[in-house]
C-alpha cells in the first residue's frame, strides 16, 4: 500500500512540476511549489514509515527495573525455496550412472535441513544449525556443481537492508549468506542476554565478539559478493557496530558491581566511558559516508550519535564528581593522583599542572564545574538527537535512561553552585578513552561442524565428484579359488585396477586398465580398502564372483593419490600371482609380470624426458643384459614428479 501511494506522489509531484516550469504566471508557480512542497513532506513521512517496515534491525531492551541502553541486532536474510529433488536425481543417473531414485531420502534430509536453517531458534541451538548446513554445503558443492557448467540451481537471497533479491547459480552466494545469518543469530543472542547479571554480560560480549569475527570472516572469504549487505563497506561498518555492542557492554560489566566514590575509580571509569563513546563515534563516522549512508536505516546513525553523547557526558560527570568530592587530604596518595590525572588529559587548561589542580580546592572545583557543563551540554544533545527520530521515540526506556543522566548532572551543578560566584568560562579539556578490556572479533567454533556427507553412497569423495565423469557399471566375472587374476589393485578406497595382464580372463570379460572396483558380489567396496576388496576375493566360496568396476570418461584419468601401504617412502602395490593360458603349446607357463604402477609411471616420465630408457621384455632390444641399469631417480625428483600418483 506505501509503495503504491509514493508512486501516485511521484507521478503527482512530476506533473505539477511540469505546470510549474510550463507557465508564466507567478501565482501559480507558488501554488505549484507550495504542492510541490506538501507532496515532499509526505513522501518524507512514507520513506520513514517504509523504513520500519523493511528494516532488518531488532532492537530488544529489558523491561527490568534496573534498564540498560538498548543494543541493535541484525536481521537474518531471506531466502527462496529451493528444490533439489529433480535436477539433483538426474545428475546422480547422468553423472554416476546410478539411480537417483535411491537417493531420495538423501535429498530430502538435505532440503529439510535448509529448509529449517530459514528460521533457527535465536540461541546456540540456532547457530548450530546453520552451521551444520554450512558444512554440508561444500560436500553438495563437490558433488554435484561441476566446475564447468552450471546446474540450473538458483539461489535467491534478499539484501537485508534494501530488500532487493540476488540470485546465483553456483553455491558462493548460498554460503556467504549462511555466514552472514550466523553472525546475525549472534548478535540477536548478544541483545537478548540479561544484562543485569555478570553471566548474561558475559554471554553478550561472547556473542557480539563472534558476531564481528563472523562478519570478518565473510569479508577476508568473499570479496565479490552481488548482495549489498556482504559488500566490504557494509561489512566494516558493521564489524565496528558489533565491536562497540561489546564494548559498552564491557564498560556495563566494569560498572554493575559498582562504582567506588573514590578518586582512581571514578578516573578509571571515566576513560572506560570515554572508550565507548570514541568507538560509537567511529561506528557513526562510517554511517554517514557514501554509499553506506544511503541505505543504513536512519536510526541506526541516530542510535551511534546518542550513545557517542551520552557516554562521553557519563565521562565528563565521572571526573567532575572525582575533582570536586574528593579533595587531596593528607592521608592521600599525592603521586598517584597526580599520575592518574596527568593520564586524564592530553592538554591541562591553561597550562597548569595536575599537583597544582589537585592541591588547590579552587581549582579542583573550578575544573570539576567546567567538567559538569559539559556533561550536561552533552546530555542534552543527546535528547535532542533521540527526539529526531521516530522510531527511537518508542524506546521509552532510552529516554528514562538519557532524562536520568541528564538530570544527575544538572543535581551534582546544582549542589556546588554559589549564587556569588562570577559566571566562569573555563572550558573542560577533553578526556583521553583508555580501557582495560578491550573487544576483540572472536572467530566460533562453530564456524564448521563435523557431519556426515548425505551422499556418502556415491564413494569418497575424493574420486567420486562432479570433476569427474564415470560409465555405468559394468559386471566382469572372475574366478577367486583360481591364481590367474591377471591384475594387481591399489589405492585406499576405492581400489583401483592396475597392472592389467591383457592376456587374462578378466581382460576378456571387459575390464580395464585404471578400472575402480565398487561391488565384489552384492557388497558396495566403494569406501573399502584393498586389503578388505582382497579378503573379500579370498573368502567367497562360490566359484564365480562377479564384480561390478567403473570407468572414468576423461582421457586422462587420474591415478589414485595413496597406495595401500608404504614402504621407504615409496608406494608398495598388492598382487596375485598372474597366469595365462597358451595355445601354441597347449600348457600353462608363468607370464612375466608386468610393471607395478609405479614402475609404469616412472617409465613414461623417463621416455617423455628423453634422458633414460628401461630395459624391455624384447630379446632384440638395443640394450644388453649385462649392460648397468640406469639409476634410479632420487627421492626429490620423485616426489615432485606428480604423474606418478
Known sequence: MFVILSCDLHGKCFRRAKEHWATSNNKVKEMVLLELSYVNSNLQLLMGELEGLNSSVEVYQNTQETANIPLIALGLKETKD???????????????????NSF????????????????????????????????HLPLMESRFFPPTRQTGIFFTWYDSFTGVPV??????????????????????????????????????????????????????????TPSYDMSPAMLSMLIRMMLAQAQECLFEKTALPGIRNEFHSLMKMAQEAAKVSEIYDQVHQSMIQTPIKDNVPFFWSTMSQVKTNHYRSMAHYFVASALMDHQLGLSDDEDQQEKTLSQVYDRLPEGRSPLEILKKKDERERIGKAHIRRAILGHEEALRIYSLCHHLNKLEILQDILTASHQRSVNK????????????????????????HKAEMEVPATTKVKVTDFFQRLGPLSVFSAKQRWTPPRTIKILPKDPELGFNLKGESPVQVVSLDPLCPAATDGLKEGDYIVAVG????????????????????????????VSIMDSNPQMPTKSATFCGNLPKTYSMICLAY????????????????????????????????????????????????????????????????
Open 522 to 549: 552384492d557388497i558396495d567396496c566403494k569406501w573399502m580398502s584393498v586389503s578388505d576388496v582382497m579378503r573379500l576375493l579370498k573368502d567367497v566360496n562360490e566359484e564365480v564372483i562377479e564384480i561390478q568396476v
Open 582 to 645: 597358451n595355445d601354441d603349446d597347449k600348457k600353462s607357463r608363468k607370464v612375466t609380470k608386468k610393471s607395478s604402477f609405479l614402475s609404469f609411471g616412472l617409465k613414461n616420465r623417463l621416455k617423455s624426458a628423453s634422458t633414460l630408457s628401461l630395459p624391455t621384455s624384447d630379446q632384440s632390444g638395443t640394450l644388453p643384459w649385462n649392460k648397468p641399469c640406469p639409476s634410479f631417480p632420487s627421492t626429490s625428483a620423485y616426489n615432485n614428479d606428480s604423474g606418478l600418483y
Open 167 to 224: 540470485c546465483q547459480q553456483n553455491l558462493s552466494l548460498e554460503k556467504a549468506s549462511i555466514l552472514f545469518n550466523m553472525a546475525a543469530l549472534y548478535s540477536q543472542i548478544g541483545t537478548r542476554s540479561n544484562r543485569q547479571t555478570i553471566e548474561g554480560l558475559e554471554q553478550a560480549i561472547s556473542s557480539f565478539q563472534k558476531s564481528a569475527g563472523m562478519l570478518n570472516h565473510l569479508k577476508e572469504t568473499f570479496t565479490h
Open 82 to 100: 529451493v528444490d533439489f529433488s529433480t535436477i539433483f536425481k538426474d545428475f546422480i543417473l547422468e553423472h554416476y550412472s546410478e539411480d537417483g
Open 413 to 436: 551543578c546544582s549542589e556546588n553552585e554559589d549564587e556569588e560566584e562570577f559566571t566562569d568560562y573555563t572550558e573542560a579539556p577533553d578526556i583521553i578513552s583508555k580501557t582495560e
Open 104 to 135: 531420495e531420502d538423501s535429498i530430502a534430509d538435505l532440503m529439510d535441513l535448509r529448509q529449517a536453517c530459514r528460521t533457527p531458534s535465536r540461541d546456540e541451538a540456532g547457530v548450530e544449525l546453520l552451521a551444520k548446513y554450512s558444512s
